[in-house]
């Protein structure tokens, strides 16, 4: 028998889809924005990439041994009594799977938005605003998940983990880096100039502070508390508490909806914007 | 291949493309020709299904772009007046990422690089990254980008703006052979040489309207005469003189510099000028080109709002 080396070509790639529902959105190849991304960073500074990392740990280092040696142990209505570095853990655990999806779902958003005119020559391929969208949220997602592995991998040796279930807090980190990419993405691609952005940062100080990570909520005033809860940050910190303490209960599902709300809604309106900016 | 009737788009209140009609047929290489502002990039980017149509229709190969936009972006080759390269990737990176934009696989995409690089003479730059490239290698590199699906329909928005003469020439020919295969053309360029060498046919655009159409040939005879003769009396005199030449061709145009007669025989023309007893400082017999045609529809001042 003959083989015969014949390629598809890039119009049967694309009929293959035809007609299904879609089909002027999506093309089934967000791998393609994220094989993208892997080349860059290869070429680009790697040490850039894995920076935003250690600033947690130096959180952890700072305040929960040494503050912690001044504190003692925490206790929140409901948790376990813990040292006060296996308290922060996760929360900063939390806080580094937001670092890795916003940095690249913001920042690096922005420049391919408004300097590389990168979306132009990606929309202008076979390629929909779907798989664009879900490309560059799902590079960001690898990146959050990079800095909550690496954290975790930083925190295990120190003692901090106590649980088994901590393994969950990887998928969960996943979760969360997924919710806050996405959202971070549909911001930014609403975002007209760099001022915008500042003040996106600017607010995500606060939240890093007063969500929770440091001291138990229950410190608070019930309003403020109820306020806090809406916060997505003090959902990924509650969620990854549970898993890292092994106490699960069904607040987790709670949270995993919160996010799953975050994915959907981001990813709709990254792509709807996507298409009206750049289909225009 | 593609048909567009009636063809308009809106910026808000601005109408930048006025309900414009045109086809293109397979093998056939058309351009679109116009000043600055006459609509010719965004009717491209109405054809290359990047921007939705405000009003009128489109078809290309039968699809409506505005709703089947990546199977329509499959049949295409873009090249954007605007460069988009991925500043943060290397000359063979850009073209094989692009390439898994549309799917294509490793084992296709592979030695198409290599065919890509060597189309536009980058080889020597194939693992230097986009930015240390001079502009017209960087505009090199976009069309062999554009090439990478092989497409049936290759866009061109101004392709050769920026490249030498000898990188002109070599992507002439080029573009020559790729029609030779079939592939279909449509080109915007400023230079009229360009237009003559490369269209079969094209349209003159000017805000947002089509002008005329034609073939290079048919629109010369249509609208300029077989010939010009320019004469240059002096910046002072030149149009005194004009006043004094009436009758002689089919048109005059006085400018500041020289004044333009379209006649069909120039030698004669001027003997009937040197007859008249005005004897130009300087004087140049021409066939007449395009660049006749496109002045006199679209005028020589700048229309910029
Ligand atoms: N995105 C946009 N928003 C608003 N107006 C636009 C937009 N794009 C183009 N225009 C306007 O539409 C008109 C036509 O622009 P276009 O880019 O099609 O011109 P062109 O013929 O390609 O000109 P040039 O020869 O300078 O490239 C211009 O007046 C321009 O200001
Ligand atoms: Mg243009």
Aim: glycine letters at 10%; aromatic letters at 10%.
């Amino acid at each position: 028998m003959i083989t015969q080396l014949v390629f598809a070509s890039a119009v049967e790639i694309a009929e293959r889809r035809s007609g299904r529902r879609g089909a002027s959105v999506y093309a089934g190849r967000p791998w393609a924005l994220i094989q993208r991304n892997l080349f860059a960073l290869r070429t680009s500074n790697a040490l850039v990439f894995f920076s935003g990392f250690v600033e947690p740990v130096f959180y952890l280092l700072a305040f929960g041994f040494g503050l912690g040696n001044v504190i003692g142990s925490v206790h929140e209505a409901g948790g376990p009594r813990v040292s006060y570095a296996a308290f922060i853990a996760p929360a900063l655990l939390a806080t580094s799977a937001m670092n890795g999806a916003l940095a690249d779902s913001t920042w690096n958003v922005f420049f391919k938005m408004h300097y590389a005119k990168f979306y132009n020559a990606v929309m202008s391929t076979s390629l929909g605003a779907l798989d664009t969208a879900l490309g560059e949220i799902g590079w960001a997602v690898i990146r959050g998940l990079a800095y909550a592995i690496g954290f975790l991998a930083v925190v295990s040796p120190l003692g901090l983990v106590h649980s088994w279930w901590a393994l969950l807090a990887i998928p969960a980190a996943g979760i969360v880096a997924f919710g806050f990419a996405a959202a971070g993405m549909a911001i930014t691609s609403y975002l007209t100039s760099h001022q915008q952005l500042n003040w996106v940062n600017f607010l995500l100080l606060p939240m890093f502070l007063f969500s929770g990570a440091f001291f138990p909520l229950d410190r608070y005033p019930w309003f403020a508390q109820q306020v806090i809860h809406a916060l997505p940050l003090w959902q990924a910190i509650a969620m990854l508490r549970s898993l890292m303490f092994g106490e699960l209960d069904i607040a987790l599902l709670g949270h995993v909806a919160y996010f799953a709300v975050f994915i959907v809604v981001g990813v709709t309106f990254t792509t709807r914007r996507l298409n009206a900016l750049f289909l225009r | 291949m593609i048909r567009a009737s009636g063809l308009t788009k809106r910026y808000g209140e601005f109408t930048a493309v006025a309900g414009i009609d045109f086809a293109v047929a397979r093998g056939e290489s058309f351009g679109l020709l116009g000043p600055n502002g006459a609509g010719k990039s965004t009717t491209m980017r109405m054809i290359s299904a990047t921007t939705l149509r405000s009003g009128g229709d489109l078809r290309i190969l039968d699809r409506d772009p505005d709703t089947h936009g990546p199977e329509v972006r499959a049949h295409l080759g873009v090249v954007p007046q605007e460069g988009n390269l991925d500043t943060e990737l290397t000359c063979a990176e850009n073209l094989y990422v692009y390439g898994r934009y549309f799917g294509l696989s490793r084992r296709f995409l592979r030695p198409k690089v290599d065919e890509l690089l060597a189309f536009a003479q980058l080889e020597d730059k194939r693992d230097v990254k986009v930015d240390a490239l001079s502009g017209g290698m960087k505009r090199r590199l976009t069309i062999a980008r554009g090439l990478v699906n092989e497409p049936e329909i290759l866009l061109l928005d101004e392709p050769t703006t920026g490249l030498d003469p000898q990188a002109r020439h070599i992507l002439w020919d080029r573009l020559f052979r790729l029609k030779e295969q079939g592939v279909t053309l449509v080109v915007t360029t400023h230079y009229m040489d360009e237009a003559e060498q490369l269209c079969d046919r094209l349209i003159v655009m000017d805000r947002g309207r089509i002008m005329a159409e034609g073939s290079p040939q048919t629109l010369i005879s249509e609208y300029s005469s077989r010939e010009v003769l320019e004469l240059r009396y002096g910046t002072g005199r030149n149009a005194e003189v004009a006043a004094q030449l009436e009758g002689i061709g089919q048109r005059m145009e006085a400018l500041p510099d020289r004044l333009l007669l379209y006649v069909d025989d120039g030698e004669a023309a001027l003997e009937a000028v040197v007859g008249r007893g005005f004897h130009p400082i300087a004087s140049l017999v021409r066939r007449s080109s395009l660049e006749d045609v496109f002045l006199r529809l679209t005028g020589r001042s700048l229309v910029d709002e």
